[in-house]
């Protein structure tokens, strides 16, 4: 459940309407209509056949001098049509006349950094067309990359191939203002598939579902370079994979994401989908993964969220800002709460994307974590998404 | 006793009233002379600024710009340039690649420029990919059209008004000959300058239509300021392939600009030559309406009007007529400056670089040098007379016997002045070597002397006839002393004719030498019976190339013997953009390259080993010999080429160098073909082969196919077609000095009246006295064309041995011909005859009596 779905509910407005004169003849995007098995290396590559998917990698990182930090790096592939779509160079006379610079694939990245000793919350976006090797993303060995900004294994040549199970090595390396940061990643745990074994229903509508898995632990060390000074560093990383072809509902507007590592072994995700009256949505959902690595899908009833506090940003969007998170059936009830006040990415769409806190008690013992939230649809048509709709 | 000053403002202005055509006249000389400044400086900022406009809007707010050979750059150095670069919290080089090149769309030359809309935004600072503002709708749906669509485009809003295109609607581009369906599918509102001429399309879209896939045109660079910067420009500068260059993005406008520079000389000559033509005939009009009151003047001056009021009434009148004649001048000038500034892009694009002019562009100075001109001219040319009247005694004035003593010694000084202004022409040419402007210092030294010298020849040549003539014909001496005593009246006016014929004469013997010398060298170079080229602005343009599926068919038409082919393209050398032509030569044309310098015996093998051949401009311009070396940037990196000699060609002010296609597409990588000259099989004829050919290349590519015949025509209309300028305003400078020959006899004849109607009175028929008057007119005439004669002779040898050797690096053959003559001899008899019309008439029917009495 990421951004990208927000883009996707615009497009598809457009598509749908573009596909409608002609659906008879045109080829179409694939779909996530019905559960299927994860495959690996595959699935950490990229579904070309669908309109978009992301590798989104959110992580708490502390410095040897005890600093804190907070990253996000996101990397996202939108097909404008499906593969058969002919273009011009069809009707070119040689196949050697076509340019290498023609493609139906754009790639986003966004790479954000919250500094919280400096009070600093910076982030980055990088455009790309997903040609000639500016952007691109491949399964094995496992890379994904937008410029120099990269996810996956740096190096690939002798590396195993089915990378992403427990032992894999991945380089994570962006750049921005003031702010380098180059990591190693190791999955401590294989990958967790979400909702129904890996298909996540957003809406009643089929189609309005991606393929979702996330690998919610992964340990990562390496260095922040601050204003040209480096920092080693070290911590806990997390990354969401999801692809499909559909969007939201068209009662759905945004929603909360919580991205938790508890320090007790276990993890939670869910995500809390908002309708247009402000009442949560019925398809929320997300995935509880024990100490154990077990994974238990969890239902909008078996949780509950409350917005503790708000804050308003720069930009006069109200996020908000503090919730309390309970989980009765796994006798869990946690506080979550931002390490900064603003993590807002004024991108097109804007959101709130930032490191939180967590303190609690599971089963009647406390418990602390760490974890990233994510906050979408807040900033309505005056917030950017306007650009996407 | 005083003069009320209103009274002398009254007689100033009831002169004019009484006088219109000498106002009239006034006016016209100098409305002419400002013109022609304003309208060849127009014509020639313009298109320097339709040029700097072209490349900035390309550039945008890039600092540097990385370019290769003819091909482009490798578009891998642009993925490593990005994918490559290290990481880092400081600011970095933002890059955008681009591939450019000429396209015609309804009949327009236009630029299209393919870019990666992301690169674009990230360069120029954009939060937004670029076409996403043009295209509209969503950002998704703006990106799928901008990369799917076929052909999709988006120009500047205007340029699709003014093309009659709608969004949505579809269009012809033409690129090469090869016709591609265009959609515009969006538009460019914020008007930025250059804008105009721009179709911008995706980067894929651009390579493909120009054949130009796997290079980039250039890559724009926008560096960070500061420490920053300069690190990261060092650390550029090392990952560059030896064949790519790195340069400020202003650089790059300044270098192209360069090569238009031989051109500019041209054309700033030509406006300093219409400059001191005008300024002559100006001080001539002017200077009139002083003299012609000179006697007013004494009177006024006789019954007690100061110095300094008479001097303020003649300055004062030289200001209104000076004003308003720069100002009806820069009206005129602004009209023509509109038609020469086509005439002047065209001959721009017929070099390499495209010019599409759509703005006249006014440059403020272009006012103040017209107002100037005017002002100052007409101010000088009153003075000096007004000084002399105003300045002697009072009565003095009054008696012509003085002022023509004097001006029979000013005369004498003058032809002194004048021989000292021919001595300096010549030790100017001598002294400077290869300075263009000193060639035209010169030139105008030359033309002064010749305005100097004439008054003598002419009191020497009448005194002279009038003593050969003194036994047979009473009035026959009578006419000719009496030219010879009015040297006041008679010599400014002959001054002026013998100066605008002599340029005549000089600027037509060179124009014609140098058509007889170009047709002559398109005899020799043409050998080929045949020629196909791709079409296209811009002869340089590497888009312009026979398909390679075309060029076969063409080669393996029947009735093709034999072939040469050559690629056209502009390559970077040590010293600037060189435009080099690689030639496959087929046997027969070896013969047709004329060979000024080098080893005729060891020429053709050194060629075929790689060696270059220099065109004379070239070699002038670079200063080059045989034997030397010149290092061209290849694929590889920069190579010294040596140098095996240089020929003969006229294709271009600014030259080219010559190599072997072989040698050129192994060190360029570049397989492509501009252009084949096609020998046919004996028996076969050029028009029968054409429709074949045309059969062969059709509905793959609208190629130029001309028979050698044609394409002879073609160069020779080109040419003339870059001379019209030259013509135009010497036929102006012969008007105006004609005019200025009307003024000056009717000035003369007015003061004549009273001799005439005392040889009237002594039994001169009216028939007589207007053959007498006609006669002295076209003896005048006689005497112009004497002095100019010899003169033009010396200003076409300056003009082509010293003008266009030192501008073009040309040798062109002195060509006489009697036509060049024969013009300027019935320029300067029309003008005389003409110009005596009026005042014949008068002597004929005026009455005797009358003008007897007035004693």
Redesign the interface.
């Known amino acids: 459940m990421r951004l990208g779905a927000l883009a996707a509910t615009a497009l598809v407005m457009t598509m749908t309407l573009a596909a409608h004169a002609t659906r008879a003849q045109r080829p179409s995007f694939s779909q996530a209509l019905r559960p299927q098995p994860l495959e690996f290396p595959r699935d950490q590559g990229p579904h070309p056949n669908f309109r978009q998917e992301w590798w989104y990698v959110t992580g708490n990182l502390d410095s040897s001098t005890g600093e804190r930090f907070g990253f996000e790096l996101t990397i996202f592939r939108f097909a404008l049509a499906p593969s058969a779509l002919p273009t011009q160079s069809a009707t070119l006379t040689s196949h050697a006349e076509r340019s290498a610079w023609r493609t139906r694939q754009i790639y986003l990245g966004h790479f954000a950094i919250t500094d919280v000793a400096r009070h600093r919350f910076r982030f980055a976006v990088r455009r790309s067309r997903g040609a000639l090797g500016l952007a691109g993303a491949q399964a094995d060995p496992f890379r994904v990359w937008i410029g120099n900004w990269r996810i996956g294994q740096s190096t690939a040549l002798g590396a195993p191939s089915s990378s992403v199970a427990k032992g894999a090595v991945w380089r994570l390396q962006a750049d921005e203002r003031g702010y380098v940061m180059s990591l190693t990643a190791r999955p401590l745990m294989p990958p967790v598939p979400n909702g129904e074994d890996g298909l996540s229903r957003k809406s009643g509508q089929p189609g309005d579902a991606t393929y979702y898995y996330s690998i919610p632990r992964i340990a990562v060390r390496g260095t922040i370079v601050r204003d040209g000074q480096p920092l080693q560093v070290h911590g806990l990383a997390w990354l969401d994979r999801e692809w499909g072809s559909g969007s939201l509902g068209p009662q759905e507007i945004g929603w909360k994401w919580f991205g938790l590592q508890l320090d007790d072994g276990s993890c939670l995700m869910f995500y809390a989908l908002r309708d247009r009256d402000g009442a949560e949505d019925p398809y929320s959902a997300g995935t509880w993964v024990d100490a154990h690595g077990q994974a238990h899908p969890l239902t909008r009833s078996e949780v509950r969220i409350e917005d503790l506090a708000h804050w308003t940003g720069p930009s006069a969007v109200r996020y908000p800002s503090r919730w309390r998170l309970q989980v009765p059936s796994l006798g869990l009830a946690l506080t979550v709460r931002p390490v900064l006040a603003d993590q807002e990415l004024m991108t097109s769409p804007r959101y709130w994307e930032g490191a939180v806190d967590v303190a609690g008690t599971r089963a009647g013992r406390p418990v602390a974590g760490r974890g990233y939230v994510e906050l979408v649809g807040y900033a309505g048509a005056r917030g950017g998404s306007a650009a996407y709709r | 006793m005083r003069v009320p000053v209103p009274t002398l403002w009254a007689a100033s202005l009831r002169h004019f009233l009484r006088q219109p055509a000498q106002l009239a006249l006034a006016l016209v000389a100098l409305t002419a002379g400002v013109a022609t400044i304003v309208a060849v400086n127009i014509a020639t900022a313009s298109s320097r600024r339709a040029f700097e406009l072209s490349m900035r809007a390309v550039n945008g707010p890039a600092t540097q710009i990385i370019s290769g050979g003819p091909q482009g750059l490798d ?2 150095l642009y ?1 490593r340039l ?10 970095q080089p933002i890059f955008a690649p681009l591939v450019e090149g000429y396209v015609t769309a309804h009949n327009r030359v236009m630029q299209l420029v393919g870019v ?1 809309p ?1 690169a674009t ?2 360069l120029q600072g954009s ?3 670029m076409p ?1 503002g043009a295209v509209g ?5 703006a ?2 059209r901008w ?2 669509e ?2 999709a485009v988006v120009m500047a809003a205007d340029t699709a008004r003014q093309l009659r295109l709608r969004v949505g609607e579809a269009l012809t581009v033409s690129i090469g000959g090869v016709r591609r369906r265009a959609t515009l599918i969006g538009l460019i509102r914020d008007r930025r300058p250059g804008d105009a001429t721009l179709i911008l399309t ?4 651009a ?2 239509w120009l ?1 130009l ?2 290079h980039l045109t250039q890559i724009d660079v926008r560096m960070p300021r500061g420490p920053a910067g300069t690190a990261a420009l060092a650390a550029l500068r090392r990952q560059l392939p030896p064949g790519a260059r790195l340069e400020r993005a202003a650089g790059q406008v300044h270098q192209t600009l360069d090569m238009t520079s031989a051109f500019s000389i041209n054309l700033t000559a030509m406006s300093l030559l219409a400059l001191l033509v005008s300024a002559l005939l100006i001080y001539g009009a002017v200077s009139f309406t002083v003299v012609q009151r000179r006697r007013n003047i004494a009177i006024m001056r006789a019954i007690g009007a100061t110095r300094r009021e008479l001097l303020t009434i003649v300055l004062v009148e030289a200001v209104v007529l000076g004003a308003a004649g720069a100002g009806l001048g820069v009206l005129l000038g602004l009209t023509v400056g509109h038609g020469l500034v086509h005439l002047v892009s065209q001959t721009v694009n017929d070099l390499y670089y495209v010019v599409s002019v759509r703005r006249v562009t006014l440059p403020a100075w272009t006012l103040l040098e017209a107002l100037g001109a005017g002002l100052g001219t007409a101010l000088a040319a009153s003075l000096i007379p007004a000084l002399e009247v105003a300045g002697g005694a009072p009565q003095l004035g009054l008696r012509r016997s003085a002022l023509e003593g004097r001006a029979v010694l000013i005369a004498r000084w003058l032809a002194w002045l004048g021989a000292a202004f021919a001595l300096a022409a010549g030790a100017l040419i001598a002294a400077s070597s290869r300075s263009v402007l000193a060639g035209f210092a010169s030139l105008f030294l030359l033309l002064l002397s010749v305005a100097a010298v004439t008054p003598s020849v002419l009191r020497g040549l009448a005194r002279l006839c009038a003593k050969a003539l003194a036994g047979i014909s009473s009035v026959a001496r009578l006419a000719l002393e009496d030219i010879a005593g009015s040297l006041s009246r008679t010599g400014v006016a002959v001054a002026a004719l013998g100066m605008a014929v002599a340029a005549m004469i000089g600027v037509s013997i060179m124009v014609e030498s140098f058509r007889v010398s170009l047709r002559h060298w398109l005899e020799e170079t043409m050998r080929a019976d045949i020629y196909v080229a791709a079409p296209g602005p811009g002869a340089g343009r590497p888009e312009r190339r026979i398909e390679p ?1 075309v060029l076969q068919a063409l080669v393996a038409t029947p009735g093709v013997a034999n072939y040469s082919a050559s690629r056209s393209v502009i390559v970077h050398s040590s010293r600037g953009d060189i435009a080099l032509d690689a030639l496959h030569l087929a046997p027969g044309s070896y013969a047709g390259i004329e060979l000024t310098a080098g080893n005729p015996r060891t020429v053709w093998r050194d060629y075929d080993r790689g060696a270059l051949l220099l065109s004379e401009s070239l070699a002038w311009r670079l200063r080059l010999r045989p034997g030397e070396h010149l290092a061209l940037i290849t694929a590889a990196g920069p190579r010294e080429f040596p140098i095996a000699g240089v020929y003969h060609e006229y294709g271009s002010g600014v030259g080219s160098a010559m190599m072997s296609l072989k040698a050129y597409r192994r060190l360029w990588h570049d397989d492509a073909v501009t252009a084949v000259g096609l020998y046919l099989d004996p028996g076969v004829g050029a028009g029968q082969e054409i429709p074949r050919l045309e059969a062969a290349s059709a509905g793959r590519q609208a190629l130029l196919i001309r028979s050698n015949a044609q394409i002879r025509a073609m160069s020779l209309d080109i040419f003339d077609r870059t001379f019209i300028i030259t013509r135009v305003l010497y036929w102006l400078a012969a008007g105006i000095a004609a005019i200025g020959l009307v003024s000056a006899l009717l000035a003369w004849e007015l003061d004549r009246t009273r001799e005439l109607s005392v040889l009237r009175a002594l039994g001169l028929t009216p028939r007589g006295a207007a053959a007498l008057v006609e006669a002295q007119t076209l003896f005048m005439g006689c005497a112009a064309l004497l002095a100019a004669i010899p003169a033009g002779l010396i200003i076409a040898l300056v003009l082509t041995k010293v003008i266009d050797r030192r501008a073009f690096g040309w040798h062109i053959e002195m060509h006489l011909h009697a036509l060049q003559f024969v013009n300027a001899l019935a320029l300067a008899l029309a003008a005389a005859l003409l110009a005596g019309l009026y005042p014949a008439w008068r002597a004929a029917v005026g009455p005797i009596a009358g003008k007897m009495r007035e004693e």
């Open positions: 578009e891998a993925v990005v994918t490559g670069a290290p990481l880092s919290g400081s600011p990666d992301f935004a990230a939060r937004e990919a996403t709708g969503t950002t998704f749906a990106l799928r990369f799917l076929p052909g995706d980067i894929a879209q390579q493909e054949g896939t796997g599926a």
